[in-house]
């Protein structure tokens, strides 16, 4: 985490797209200009906060899809290039729910790493989850090893899960909660850091401005999104005030925990 994010225990702070082309929500009319607007909006706000890293995500394109269309990749691979010039903080890429395609919009703007599931098979609202994955260059994996929307086919535990990840080659394993926004169950995240000794593990939803200590204690970093919006609903724009309450909590917490 040091080595990616300057930092340990880094904050990495959610950027969520609106609809893309070819999803119901998207409003075709204005094109890409307004996205990217809203988008310019929120990576200021965020840098401005401080955070460690972002992670631009397709959150609006719901229903999700098991294998993103190509005008999704092209258009999220637009709007980072668009952006580029101003993000000055590693940033990752995260296409719900396909690896390949987060893979490719990563190499085609040159971030740091990808957030997606993998490894395993789940069943889940969108029918069988059976992630494909494939050689990727200096990108860094961040692995959800317990979706959202979903739960894992089998009997293995988790921490069994987290540990196949890591055999395979994952650089970070994730903890989620049941569905975006909801926290994630500190007790697993504790667990399954002790199965992986070395690997970082994320606590990947849920975090508030209240909890980021108590999680920071456990985990070797967050990803935050839901809780820095305005009333703390996914789809609105970055609230600067929530942001920086957020960012000073967690950077007092570092400071305390020595990190």
């Not at 080595?3 to 075709?28: E, N, Q, W, Y």
């Not at 049941?178 to 504790?190: K, S, V």
């Not at 000073?248 to 400071?255: L, N, P, T, V």
Request: hydrophobic share 45%; net charge neutral.
């Amino acid at each position: 985490m040091r080595d990616l994010f300057g930092t340990g225990k880094p904050v990495i702070a959610m950027l969520h797209a609106r609809a893309l082309p070819g999803r119901p929500r998207h409003d075709a009319a204005p094109g890409l200009k307004p996205i990217t607007e809203a988008l310019a909006r929120d990576l200021d706000a965020l840098q401005r906060a401080g955070m460690d890293g972002l992670l631009f995500c397709n959150e609006a394109d719901l229903p999700y899809q098991l294998r993103a269309g190509p005008e999704i990749a092209a258009a999220m691979a637009a709007l980072v290039g668009g952006l580029r010039s101003g993000i000055g903080v590693p940033f990752g890429i995260d296409i719900v729910w396909d690896p390949v395609a987060s893979l490719a919009v990563a190499r085609a703007t040159g971030a740091s790493f990808v957030r997606e599931v993998f490894t395993g098979v789940y069943e889940s609202d969108l029918g069988v989850m059976q992630p494909r994955s494939e050689k990727r260059e200096t990108i860094s994996i961040f692995a959800n090893i317990t979706p959202e929307f979903a739960s894992p086919l089998g009997q293995r535990t988790t921490k069994q899960r987290a540990r196949g990840a890591v055999c395979l080659g994952v650089d970070a394993v994730l903890i989620t909660g049941p569905i975006t926004g909801l926290p994630t169950d500190l007790a697993e995240l504790a667990a399954v850091k002790a199965a992986v000794p070395g690997t970082p593990v994320l606590a990947s939803t849920g975090v508030t401005a209240d909890t980021v200590r108590q999680t920071l204690e456990i985990a070797d970093g967050v990803i935050v999104g839901t809780h820095l919006k305005y009333d703390g609903v996914t789809w609105n724009p970055v609230d600067p005030a929530r942001a920086h309450t957020f960012m000073d909590r967690a950077k007092r917490a570092r400071e305390e925990m020595a990190v």
